[in-house]
Each structure stands twice: as C-alpha cells, then as structure tokens.
C-alpha cells in the first residue's frame, strides 16, 4: 500500500527510518491509521509510537482466527553462536504456546531465585530465567522419554503432569512421528 504522508514526513526528515519503517509496517495493513501514526511518531517516544503500531497491526486483523493463524505460521525457533560465543536464543510463539513456555518457567525461575538467595547471591531477574531454561531442558533431557508410534497429529511433545524416571513432575506424552525426532531424543 502506498503511504504518501509517510513518504512526505520522511523527504522533509520528519521521521528516522526506524520510525518510518514502523509506520510502513503497520500501516500497510491500515492506510486510515497513517495520519494517527504520524502524530504519534512526531509527539511521543518511539516506545508509544511501537505500541500504537502494534494495536493497529492487531486491529487490521479483525479475524482473531485469522491472526492467530498468521502467528502460528510464521512461529520459530532460531539458536545461534555470538561473537563471544554465548549462545543466543530467539523466538516467535503463538501467545497460548508462548504462556505455556512462561508457566513452565516460572516455578524453575522460583526455585532458582530461593537457591541463590540461600548462597547469598543476587542476580538479575534475565539471569534467574535463563538459569530455568537450561533447569528445565535438564529435566526433559533426564526424562528420557521415547516417541510413541501410534501417537498420531502434529510433531510436537504434549506434556502431561507425571511422573519420570528422574523424579521430575513433568514429561513428554507423545512426540508424533517426525524426521526431527532424531536430533531431540539424545
């Protein structure tokens, strides 16, 4: 869609090219909400003119099947090594999967946090969370759950709370047939 007033703010060096790129973004899918953008943009912090973006993009998508649709097909995991060879996670997750990942975390996070208080250790909220994370993938790791061969739909674990062999309260109940299971079940 073109944005002509956009394009105008931008020759006149009214808005930075992150802001004009937040504005195409969201209102390629909303014309009408280009003028509000734009004074948003001129009149607030970038901070207030991302959330005005991200409720126009929302409200584009009248349809909240549709736009949950759109998340799920667009959702990913990515991984990577940094320069200092930290790795790094990313990820975009359907706002139901993302909870389920956040309420998993949370009481791993708790536990953590009481532990490094008991050893007089204070850290960051960031820090206690990625503690979880690798808490919580040791716990699935110690599982060691196998994939039945007649759990029929998608490819992905569905947990259910039990009990494993490691003691732990959670484990897989299926993991469909898949050619990712190989690189997961080691």
């Avoid at 195409?24 to 909400?33: H, L, T, V």
């Avoid at 759109?70 to 090594?81: D, E, G, P, Q, V």
């Avoid at 990942?101 to 009481?114: M, R």
Wanted: charged share 30%.
């Amino acid at each position: 869609a073109e944005l002509p007033a956009t394009e105008e703010a931008v020759r006149k060096g009214q808005l930075s090219e992150v802001q004009s790129k937040e504005i195409a973004s969201a209102a390629s899918g909303s014309p009408a909400s280009e003028k509000e953008l734009l004074h948003v943009a001129g009149s607030e912090g970038m901070g207030t003119l991302k959330q005005a973006c991200a409720r126009v993009k929302a409200a584009s998508s009248a349809d909240e099947v549709a736009r949950y649709d759109k998340i799920h097909r667009s959702r990913y995991l990515r991984h990577w090594s940094d320069a200092s060879g930290a790795l790094r996670l990313d990820a975009r997750l359907t706002p139901d999967a993302g909870a389920k990942v956040i309420a998993a975390l949370e009481p791993l996070k708790d536990k953590v946090f009481k532990e490094a208080r008991k050893q007089g250790r204070r850290e960051s909220y960031e820090a206690y969370a990625a503690d979880a994370l690798v808490s919580m993938a040791e716990h699935t790791r110690d599982c060691n759950h196998r994939p039945s061969r007649r759990a029929p739909g998608p490819s992905y674990a569905s947990w259910s709370i039990t009990k494993c062999s490691s003691g732990a309260t959670k484990k897989p109940e299926r993991f469909a047939r898949s050619k990712e299971w190989g690189r997961y079940r080691r």
